[in-house]
Structures are given as structure tokens and as C-alpha cells.
């Protein structure tokens, strides 16, 4: 029993360590990192879309384009953001890629994802402001 129990502990610590957290950043873009912007900012402009006309409350908003920030810095640089913790976002370093712009824009957006409202008017942090914010890291990736 105590066997399996260590298995299930190294096996779990072989994952995390393996996702990058605090390692360098793989430095091969995607073959179309274009497309991918692409992509990823018209994702976004559609929860701006959906937002401003009602269909999306501001929390719902907020944790979409947050995700969205995290799936594109996967896509675009290997580094299993989705995954990570705003800790482990924060310590992430290399390849000349905005990092920190990452961080912050899933950070600010904390509060209002993990509001326990559903109103657009209970957060302090605007949706446009974040869709601005995550389309400032979209298009700021090389």
C-alpha cells in the first residue's frame, strides 16, 4: 500500500515539474502564429460582442477571456498556462515573450471571475478593459 502511495506522489510531481512552471519558456513559435493571433482575437472580440449586447454576464466574461489567454499562450508557446496557477504564470520566464503581461491581465481579472455575482455592474474591472488587456497579449506575442 505504502508503495502505491509513493507511485501516485512521484507520478503527480513528474507532471507538474513537466509542465513548465517555473522553467524556461520553449522558444519555437507555432508554424502560423498569425493565424493563431488571428484566431484568438477574433475569440475575443466575440465574448466582447456577446458581453456588450447582454447574452454574457461579466463574470461569464471574465473567466472566458482569461481562459482564452491562458489556451493561446498554450498554442503559441507549449507552456500549459491553462494548468498553472497566477503564481506559477508570474515565474514563468524566457524566450523574450510577455509573461508578465500575461500575469497581469489573468490577475486583474481574478476578482470579477470569482465574483459570487452574476451582475455586469459588481465588478471593478470592466470587461472592456479586459478584452483590451487580453488582446494587447494576443497581439503583443512574437
Known amino acids: 500500500m505504502g508503495a502505491w502511495y509513493?507511485?501516485?506522489f512521484l507520478a503527480t510531481r513528474r507532471q507538474r515539474a513537466a509542465r513548465g512552471a517555473k522553467g524556461a519558456v520553449p522558444s519555437t513559435p507555432p508554424p502560423d502564429l498569425r493565424g493563431l493571433q488571428r484566431d484568438y482575437l477574433e475569440r475575443?472580440?466575440?465574448v466582447a460582442l456577446e458581453a456588450g449586447a447582454?447574452?454574457?454576464y461579466a463574470r461569464s466574461s471574465?473567466?472566458?477571456l482569461?481562459?482564452?489567454i491562458r489556451s493561446f499562450v498554450r498554442d503559441a508557446s507549449g507552456v500549459d498556462a491553462p494548468r498553472m496557477t497566477l503564481a506559477e504564470l508570474r515565474a514563468v520566464t524566457g524566450a523574450g515573450q510577455p509573461f508578465s503581461?500575461?500575469?497581469?491581465?489573468?490577475?486583474?481579472?481574478?476578482p470579477a471571475a470569482f465574483a459570487a455575482g452574476a451582475a455586469p455592474d459588481q465588478t471593478a474591472y470592466a470587461v472592456?478593459?479586459?478584452?483590451?488587456?487580453a488582446s494587447d497579449v494576443v497581439r503583443s506575442w512574437k
Open 101 to 110: 503581461a500575461v500575469a497581469d491581465a489573468v490577475g486583474r481579472s481574478y
Open 44 to 46: 475575443i472580440d466575440a
Open 54 to 56: 447582454g447574452i454574457r
Open 62 to 64: 471574465h473567466q472566458e
Open 6 to 8: 509513493t507511485c501516485v
Open 66 to 68: 482569461s481562459l482564452l
Open 128 to 133: 472592456p478593459d479586459a478584452v483590451e488587456a
